[in-house]
């Protein structure tokens, strides 16, 4: 089974998240813990993950993470 490219998996683990936007994993978790109807991530038992597309949008909305 070969493993996906961040670019094309539709959803990121924090970590991934942080890699790939680069914004530090306590700035991502912070967004996270700070927004908690937002839309752009979801969790699964004590593991969230943010959704790659949604979350791009939102970063091309705003002027400061």
Same mark, same amino acid.
């Given at each position: 089974?070969?493993?996906?490219?961040?670019?094309?998996?539709?959803?990121?683990?924090?970590?991934? #998240?942080?890699? !790939? /936007?680069?914004? %530090?994993?306590?700035?991502?978790?912070?967004?996270?813990?700070?927004?908690? @109807? #937002?839309?752009? !991530? /979801?969790?699964? %038992?004590?593991?969230?993950?943010?959704?790659?597309?949604?979350?791009?949008? @939102?970063?091309?909305?705003?002027?400061?993470?």
């Amino acid at each position: 089974m070969t493993e996906l490219r961040p670019s094309e998996k539709y959803a990121l683990s924090t970590e991934e #998240a942080s890699e !790939y /936007f680069h914004i %530090g994993i306590n700035k991502l978790r912070r967004m996270i813990n700070d927004n908690p @109807l #937002a839309d752009w !991530y /979801f969790k699964s %038992g004590t593991h969230s993950y943010i959704k790659r597309v949604k979350f791009e949008k @939102l970063l091309d909305r705003i002027d400061t993470v």
